[in-house]
């Protein structure tokens, strides 16, 4: 039997599915159901579901990264949208993600039954879901650009690796993973040259000290800033504004 999670904001929307379809003929059953997305994901990382069937306009969601996000962790995983949201883009990006099928509500039975047959399908084939690996880097890609836009906007806040994982709704271990094979540094990494780059900027103004810049840019520790600076950029932050006035 394959293993079915759904998730929907919509209560109504949930028991329609798990009572109208018959979960049965298809060799499927339901093993659990959420109304929430950050549930939903808990849900589907506690199950490891064959099958997920999911809106992705739900509160406090963004749809199409928990769909990256899980099509990257779990690639063997079939997922199909069931969402009122008619945009062609939006469902063109979904898709290229690696969902399965993009259905409208409300959709007809038949349609939600073919949607759910081409699932067991793949899932059947002689090699299982194992032709999504392009989908997988697809959906890698997208979370690390995720990450790293995320990583950007708060660099300098005390954020951390758990932080950002938990923005772009995957595990440290495998965020971490995908950010070294993307990016080809580690997350420290990326931060600190992300911080270097606000410093530079900082000092510009000559009018702002060294070590409130080290703290406006994130470091408590204006020596770890300074080496932190030259080690970026081959010249301590002091030797940095000097050269600064030298072009003028």
Excluded at 218 to 223: L, T
Aim: glycine share 6%; charged share 25%; proline share 4%.
């Amino acid at each position: 039997m394959y293993r079915v999670v759904l998730v929907d904001d919509e209560r109504l929307i949930l028991e329609g599915l798990s009572k109208v379809v018959k979960w049965a003929e298809f060799g499927c059953e339901v093993i659990g159901t959420a109304c929430d997305g950050r549930e939903g994901l808990a849900l589907i990382r506690e199950k490891q579901p064959d099958i997920v069937i999911s809106d992705i306009r739900m509160p406090n969601m963004d749809g199409l990264t928990m769909l990256a996000a899980l099509r990257s962790e779990f690639p063997q995983m079939q997922l199909s949208v069931l969402t009122a949201y008619r945009d062609f883009d939006y469902a063109q990006r979904a898709i290229n993600l690696g969902v399965c099928r993009y259905l409208l509500k409300p959709s007809r039975m038949a349609e939600l039954n073919e949607a759910i047959r081409t699932m067991i399908a793949r899932l059947d084939g002689p090699e299982g879901a194992k032709e999504t690996p392009p989908e997988q880097g697809e959906a890698g890609s997208f979370i690390v650009n995720a990450a790293l836009e995320y990583m950007r906007a708060h660099c300098t806040e005390r954020i951390s690796l758990a932080t950002v994982a938990d923005h772009v709704y995957v595990s440290q271990w495998h965020l971490s993973k995908l950010i070294n094979r993307y990016a080809n540094q580690s997350f420290l990494e990326l931060l600190g040259s992300m911080r270097i780059e606000q410093a530079k900027i900082l000092l510009a103004d000559p009018s702002l000290r060294i070590h409130v810049i080290a703290q406006q840019v994130g470091y408590s520790d204006v020596a770890h800033f300074s080496k932190s600076f030259k080690k970026v950029t081959g010249k301590n932050p002091g030797e940095y504004r000097a050269s600064l006035g030298e072009g003028k």
